[in-house]
């Protein structure tokens, strides 16, 4: 089955700067990588996601890009503000019923002013 | 519009002891998830649902079970509570399966101890 790895497991940055996150994914028949933010205390929330045949997706200070080739894909946040503090997890999936949704370990991002 | 409803919050079960969560959602969604949280695994699935009347294993089910009599709830029971299952466990909704434009609705959780 598909096995997400994720890195790493905690990042620290100033404000200001830009944050990026890893995954590797083991499956190359997965083609749907979404990303989830979980603030402390509350639910994981979809902030951007990324199918298969599109390389790189933007929007706002946040980004996902995709190498299919090597099985990997990153989230990139810009600009970073303390708002953008949390566990962020990334995931894949073929995308189709049957089969699921794994996700990384999550990555604690800690902006500091 | 409530989204998706979990209860209890908070439960603290002594081993052997059996409970239910209770998810609710109400955004007419047809697929139902069961997961767990953990320190440093991410958020794993324990059962799921494609519709009314249907259940599915999910990667961790073992020790749980699960019911989707009504298409906008799904049962989480525990019949004999562990320390292991102590965890924090979120329910979610989608419209579709794990695919593009159909994200997964989360609901707040349900943090449970188990001594």
């Known amino acids: 089955g598909e096995n997400v790895e994720q890195h790493p497991s905690t990042l620290s940055v100033q404000e200001g700067d830009s944050a990026v996150i890893k995954c590797t994914y083991s499956?190359?028949?997965?083609?749907?990588f979404p990303w989830y933010k979980q603030e402390l205390g509350k639910r994981p929330q979809l902030i951007i996601d990324i199918r298969s045949n599109v390389g790189e997706k933007k929007d706002q200070r946040i980004a996902v890009t995709l190498n299919k080739t090597a099985k990997h894909f990153s989230l990139h946040i810009t600009e970073t503000q303390p708002e953008d503090s949390a566990v962020y997890f990334c995931a894949a999936s073929k995308g189709e019923y049957g089969n699921k949704l794994v996700f990384g370990a999550g990555t604690i991002l800690r902006v500091k002013s | 519009n409530a989204g998706v409803t979990q209860t209890p919050k908070f439960r603290v079960l002594k081993t052997g002891q059996s409970m239910t969560l209770l998810c609710a959602q109400d955004?007419?969604?047809?697929?139902m998830y069961w997961y767990r949280q953990d320190p440093g695994m991410g958020l794993r699935l324990i059962h799921y649902s494609v519709g009314e009347g249907t259940t599915a294993k999910g990667e961790v089910p073992d020790g749980y079970n699960v019911s989707r009599l009504k298409k906008q709830n799904f049962l989480l029971g525990l019949e004999s509570a562990a320390p292991s299952q102590t965890s924090v466990y979120f329910c979610a909704s989608s419209f579709k399966g794990w695919t593009y434009n159909s994200p997964l609705h989360f609901g707040n959780g349900t943090r449970l101890t188990v001594t």
């Open positions: 955004m007419n969604h047809e697929y």
């Open positions: 499956d190359s028949a997965s083609n749907y």
